[in-house]
């Protein structure tokens, strides 16, 4: 395979500036294949485990020894973030434009309601009331028993984010750059923070002590009063975005990137310290399991393991990303990842205990950097023609040889000459 270290020798000329530049808008998630990984997170539920799968399957899984108690087929891929349950009732979306809710123990279906295009994130519950985005631009809230609609609430884009409910006030992005607080009741507006790209988050936002974090494709970390929505603080983190919610950690904010870094910050998002993987990595959503931090990595295909001061304690590698979040069954860690399958393995040896393989090779899914290109800037002269390079990436040894194990990843670099002393970025023109 080739190594991401390796590319990046293409760009190392003598540069007096660099900066990474959207050229595009994120929309890659909505262009994901069929196929059998495994593409949300597993949740926990009396004793038995469930997840989804791009092959369209909703899985409930005995987490002791990895058999199937049943599955459910929908009608599209599943990237819906993690199955949410509640009252006996698995609540799952699907790209098939619909909404199930699914008896825990049977997997029989209760109800489906259909929206106006993919869902694309985990909804959230609250009071037998579900609430979830759409990539039709509404948020919407039905009746957790019924699947009636009770109201729906319109953006300027598509939403691919895991809706969070404090109290009465409802929290989601939208790709039209801000982040909404809707009053779960009504579907009022009570207030709204534009950012300067996408609000994109694959499991739910944090709420501490009155205040509510969220990240953008702008690549500021956002800390709002819940009540008021005034911000506190924002802190840049990376240069690729982010696309998952932060996660409480003690007295610490968890916070990872798509540049391969997690970030501790304190309450006032000053950076304690970070944990790096490779260049150009995109790190996954951390959770905290028996006093150690788990988060996946979409680079390396590692899962890490860190302590609470960031030093590496292990890694275990799969076949493909590792991304979506983990449980912890006594002393056994189970996790997801794109290669297909489900692992559990002992959380002190790291041993396999069982594997859990869904049906299917593993899906598509675009390069995860395509909206950016590389740009670098010198002391004087004139605009040079941009230039592109494409590196393709074979799966390594033991993966099996069908078409969908590649994927071209094309990375832009463009040469800006520039005299000095003008060099300027606007941040509106970067946000699209």
């Not at 006032?268 to 996946?296: A, M, N, Q, Y």
């Not at 230039?387 to 078409?403: A, C």
Request: hydrophobic letters at 35%; charged letters at 25%; proline letters at 2%.
């Amino acid at each position: 395979m080739a190594d991401f270290d390796d590319m990046f020798d293409d760009f190392s000329v003598d540069m007096g500036d660099f900066e990474v530049k959207r050229v595009q808008k994120f929309d890659r998630m909505w262009r994901i294949g069929e196929g059998g990984s495994v593409s949300t997170g597993v949740t926990l539920h009396e004793n038995l485990i469930y997840f989804a799968s791009a092959n369209f399957n909703i899985y409930c899984v005995n987490p002791e020894n990895g058999d199937l108690v049943w599955r459910f087929k929908t009608e599209g891929v599943i990237a819906a973030g993690i199955p949410k349950i509640a009252d006996g009732i698995v609540y799952s979306g699907s790209y098939d434009r619909s909404m199930y809710a699914l008896n825990a123990k049977t997997g029989e279906l209760i109800w489906k309601f259909t929206a106006g295009d993919k869902i694309g994130s985990a909804a959230a519950l609250s009071d037998d009331k579900v609430y979830f985005g759409c990539k039709d631009q509404n948020v919407y809230a039905l009746d957790g028993k019924t699947g009636e609609l009770i109201w729906k609430f319109r953006t300027y884009d598509c939403i691919m984010s895991e809706p969070l409910v404090v109290g009465k006030r409802l929290f989601i992005g939208s790709y039209d750059r801000n982040f909404y607080c809707i009053d779960k009741e009504t579907g009022n507006l009570l207030w709204k923070i534009e950012t300067q790209a996408e609000v994109h988050n694959d499991n739910v936002f944090l709420h501490k002590d009155g205040v509510v974090y969220f990240g953008s494709f702008d690549s500021y970390l956002r800390a709002a009063d819940v009540e008021s929505g005034t911000l506190l603080w924002k802190t840049k983190l990376g240069n690729y975005g982010i696309g998952t919610g932060a996660v409480e950690c003690g007295d610490m904010i968890l916070q990872s990137t798509r540049d391969g870094i997690l970030y501790a910050l304190d309450a006032e998002g000053k950076v304690l310290w970070k944990f790096s993987t490779r260049e150009e990595d995109v790190l996954g959503v951390p959770c905290i399991h028996d006093g150690k931090i788990i988060v996946g990595s979409c680079g390396d295909y590692h899962l890490h393991c860190v302590d609470f001061e960031g030093n590496k304690l292990w890694s275990f590698r799969a076949l493909q990303f590792l991304y979506e979040r983990s449980v912890l069954v006594e002393n056994m860690l189970i996790f997801p990842s794109w290669d297909c399958h489900v692992y559990s393995i002992d959380i002190n040896s790291q041993r396999v205990v069982w594997k859990f393989k869904a049906d299917g090779s593993p899906a598509y899914v675009p390069p995860p950097h395509e909206a950016f290109e590389f740009q670098t800037t010198v002391s004087s002269g004139e605009v040079e023609e941009v230039t592109r390079k494409t590196y393709e990436f074979e799966l390594t040894e033991g993966d099996q040889n069908t078409s969908e194990y590649k994927s071209d990843i094309t990375y832009q670099g463009g040469t800006t000459y520039r005299e000095k002393g003008k060099y300027q970025i606007d941040s509106k023109e970067e946000a699209f």
